[in-house]
């Protein structure tokens, strides 16, 4: 793994002012962003989110995922708190690409769930790798978290990279007509703890 640090700069946001850290992974072409506001380093646990890219959620607005209302309430929960992090992967589609992720779509528009359709794709339900992360904590000296997350495997690959996570905090938004099935099937077939 070879994610360096590059630079820093201030984002003023809706939410308040972050400082906006860039990563570079040049072995596999990728830029991720970090987030943080307050003094993240001093030892207390960090209030923090860990977003995977979702460019028709967080960006395009799309009512099909629960991806752009859990970025933005994990942002208001860490502008309310004044300290926290929130690390931006570019992990688009869990992983296999966005592409891949409107083949995807495009078989459950045919009545596949999220899981058959990646698997119908040669993927696996979930391609995520998070030990990128690493140097992003190590960078911002956070070695323990208060972790935002319905995932209970995002836990447990976080604790595999040394980091504590002292607390989930679950991160439910409001479904609809568009993501109820998908938000069964990562319920069903993912593990998610909901409700
Ligand atoms: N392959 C695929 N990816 C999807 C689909 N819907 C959303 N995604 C992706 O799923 C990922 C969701 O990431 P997160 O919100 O960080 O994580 P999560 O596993 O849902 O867990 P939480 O922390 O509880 O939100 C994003 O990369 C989305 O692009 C889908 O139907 N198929």
């Known amino acids: 793994m070879t994610v360096r640090f590059v630079d820093s700069a201030s ?8 400082d906006m850290h860039g990563f570079e992974d040049a072995q596999a072409n990728k830029e991720h962003v970090v987030l943080t506001m307050g003094d993240v380093g001093n030892g207390e646990p960090v209030l923090a989110r860990v977003h995977s890219e979702c460019l028709t959620g967080d960006a395009l607005f799309s009512m099909r995922c629960d991806c752009g209302n859990q970025l933005q309430a994990a942002l208001e ?5 004044g300290r926290g992090a929130l690390f931006y992967l570019r992990q688009e589609g869990r992983g296999i690409g966005l592409l891949n992720k409107i083949r995807a779509y495009k078989l459950q528009d045919a009545g596949a769930d999220t899981v058959e359709a990646n698997e ?23 070695d323990s978290v208060r972790l935002m997350t319905n995932n209970p495997r995002k836990v447990q690959a976080l604790e595999e990279l040394g980091v504590k996570v002292v607390e ?19 319920a069903g077939k993912l593990g998610h703890l909901f409700g």
């Open 11 to 18: 984002l003023p946001t809706a939410w308040g002012e972050f």
């Open 77 to 81: 929960a860490i502008a309310a708190e």
């Open 120 to 142: 119908r794709l040669g993927f696996g339900a979930d391609m995520r790798d998070y030990s990128i992360l690493k140097p992003m904590f190590d960078h911002l000296a956070i």
């Open 168 to 186: 989930r905090i679950p991160l439910h938004t409001h479904s609809n007509p568009h993501n109820e099935k998908y938000l069964r099937t990562k």
